[in-house]
């Protein structure tokens, strides 16, 4: 069993000196490759900084920006159906205040928030009697399945009316 260890550190401690046995070593976002006396590097995949020579670097740097949505119910007219209003933006608040606003632009009653999401999607659908119901998925399918399923569970027949939302993205830099 001590010799089964022995080896086993003596093989990984010989790979991890391989590259320095040829006097070479690899540059951040890059590790070493070759064997049987050749030598070199191979940039990371999504982190090569670029080929010296000037051309467009593929560099990943740059930063994540959230994509959050709301769901605000509200309606025209105290006997009417209740319709929906919403907002994007990148902040939780900010999608908050963007869909009250905009429920309000509609001159809607009563806005009222039905459900938020970050890096999500929302799919709103309609019962027949009017009412709606709202899910989230992590695609557009996801939250178009889940609230049919409330649809199911709720043992009506609905119709999908929107899906909104999205995922975050990459802001390079």
């Known amino acids: 069993m001590v010799k089964r260890l022995f080896v086993i550190f003596a093989a990984i401690l010989a790979i991890g000196l391989t590259?320095?046995?040829?006097?070479?070593?690899?540059?951040p976002g890059s590790y070493p490759v070759g064997g049987g006396g050749s030598f070199g590097c191979a940039p990371i995949s999504g982190s090569w900084e670029g080929d010296g020579?000037?051309?467009?670097?593929?560099?990943?740097?740059?930063?994540?920006?959230?994509?959050?949505?709301?769901?605000?119910w509200g309606y025209a007219t105290a006997a009417?159906?209740?319709?929906?209003?919403?907002?994007?933006s990148d902040t939780p608040q900010s999608a908050y205040?963007?869909?009250?606003?905009?429920?309000?632009?509609q001159?809607?009653?009563?806005?009222?928030?039905?459900?938020s999401v970050g890096n999500a999607?929302?799919?709103v659908a309609r019962e027949q009697?009017?009412?709606?119901?709202?899910?989230?998925?992590?695609?557009?399918?996801?939250a178009q399945r889940n609230v049919m399923g409330k649809?199911?569970?709720?043992?009506?027949?609905?119709?999908?009316?929107?899906?909104?939302?999205g995922m975050g993205r990459f802001i390079p830099i």
């Open 121 to 123: 999607f929302i799919a």
């Open 80 to 88: 009417s159906a209740w319709q929906y209003a919403w907002g994007d």
């Open 129 to 142: 009697d009017g009412n709606l119901l709202s899910a989230s998925g992590k695609s557009v399918k996801a």
């Open 97 to 105: 205040e963007r869909a009250m606003t905009s429920c309000r632009e």
């Open 107 to 115: 001159e809607l009653l009563n806005c009222v928030h039905s459900m």
């Open 151 to 165: 649809c199911k569970k709720a043992k009506s027949t609905c119709t999908i009316v929107a899906t909104h939302g």
């Open 19 to 27: 590259g320095s046995a040829y006097g070479q070593s690899c540059p």
């Open 53 to 72: 020579r000037g051309g467009e670097s593929p560099s990943r740097r740059g930063y994540w920006l959230d994509k959050h949505t709301t769901i605000v």
